[in-house]
Each structure stands twice: as C-alpha cells, then as structure tokens.
T-cell receptor, first 111, second 112 residues
Framework: KQEVTQIPAALSVPEGENLVLNCSFT??????LQWFRQDPGKGLTSLLL?????REQTSGRLNASLDKSSGRSTLYIAASQPGDSATYLC??????????FGTGTRLQVFP | DVKVTQSSRYLVKRTGEKVFLECVQD?????MFWYRQDPGLGLRLIYF???????EKGDIPEGYSVSREKKERFSLILESASTNQTSMYLC???????????FGPGTRLTVL
C-alpha cells in the first residue's frame, strides 16, 4: 500500500531564507506527483505537478524535483517571504484517478 | 481557470440532522471527489465519482452517501449527522486519466 510521508511536520524560518520541503513515498510506481498549498481554513491550491517521466518543474520561486527510484520529491522555495506561510501538501497518483496525500509541512516565515 | 465551488464555508448542525454538502465545478470534469481533513490524519477520501450516477467508495465511506445527477454537481449527504463528523470537508474535480485535482474552498462542518 502506498504511503506518503512529509518531513518536517513544521518549519519556522526567517524571511529571505531558501528552504526545502521533503516528500517521500513507499512505492515508486507513481503516475505523477502534485504539490499543494493550503492556507488556514481554506481549500488546496495546486502549485506544481510533475509527471513520472519528468525530473523537475518550476514556477516562479518554486522548484519541485522528483526522484522516482528513491521515492522522493522536494519542493524548493527560494527567498522565502511571510506570504509563503501555509501548509504544503504533496500527493502521489498511481494512475487510478485518485491521489494519496501526505500529512503536510506547516511553514511559517517570520519577518 | 478551473473553478470548484462549495455551497457553504461554515455550517453548524445538530446531532441526527440530515446534512447536504454541495459541490459544483465548471470545467466539464468527469471525476469528482469528497474528502475530509482532520488534524494529524490528513486528507481522507470519502467518495469518488467518475461519471454521472457513478460512484465508488473511498477509504472512509461509513456514515456518508453521495449523489451525482448532473456532471457538474456532486453532493455529499450525512444521513444522520454525528459529532465525530465534525470536520473540514473538501471537494475536488479532475479530468479522467490525468490524476490532477482541483479543490474547492472547503466547508467547515460542526455537529453539536
């Protein structure tokens, strides 16, 4: 059974730091991996989607990488800002139209 | 842009009431999903629909039912609400075969 883990569960950094969020999965047979952002009390906003054939995706200050063979993905946030404070979730798909989510990393960026 | 809307942001109901949560998407997606999200447990899939009138149980379907009479609308029904169904409910939609999901803003349900 596929399991998705995100470490750390919480992270607090000063503004301006570059940071890395980690996502690991137990079964490398994934279809794609998606990173989401969730603000308190709100829904999920899709940030990046990486297909299984891709190694990375970039959007602005965000870069997500995927290493299927080791069962890992990282979300790199450059020059963090207080507005980046949120919970970040990763989710993997095994091609069944359903996603399996990690429990998230709660990020706080302080001025 | 894909838009997924949910009928209520906050809802307070009493134990035993019948509760309807509505979700509407405007992108002609075949797939629609209902999740609940609880601290420490993450997102758990309640039900999944892959076409009109078609549904599939998720990981935690007990105490819930769903209805999909039109492609754009997917309803979650709590037949007799209980306090352990207090949670954040999230709806999502996606194209069949693409495994990318788009989420609504969520409904925070409190059952007293």
């Amino acid at each position: 059974k596929q399991e998705v883990t995100q470490i750390p569960a919480a992270l607090s950094v000063p503004e301006g730091e570059n940071l890395v969020l980690n996502c690991s999965f137990t079964d490398s047979a994934i279809y794609n991996l998606q990173w989401f952002r969730q603000d308190p009390g709100k829904g999920l906003t899709s940030l990046l989607l990486i297909q299984s054939s891709q190694r990375e995706q970039t959007s602005g200050r965000l870069n997500a990488s995927l290493d299927k063979s080791s069962g890992r993905s990282t979300l790199y946030i450059a020059a963090s800002q207080p507005g980046d404070s949120a919970t970040y979730l990763c989710a993997v798909s095994t091609g069944t139209d359903k996603l399996i989510f990690g429990t998230g990393t709660r990020l706080q960026v302080f001025p | 842009d894909v838009k997924v809307t949910q009928s209520s942001r906050y809802l307070v109901k009493r134990t035993g009431e019948k509760v309807f949560l509505e979700c509407v998407q405007d992108m002609d997606h075949e797939n629609m999903f209902w999740y609940r999200q609880d601290p420490g447990l993450g997102l758990r899939l309640i039900y999944f629909s892959y076409d009109v009138k078609m549904k599939e149980k998720g990981d935690i379907p007990e105490g819930y039912s769903v209805s999909r009479e039109k492609k754009e609308r997917f309803s979650l029904i709590l037949e007799s609400a209980s306090t352990n169904q207090t949670s954040m409910y999230l709806c999502a939609s996606g194209l069949a075969g693409f495994d990318e999901q788009f989420f609504g803003p969520g409904t925070r349900l409190t059952v007293l």
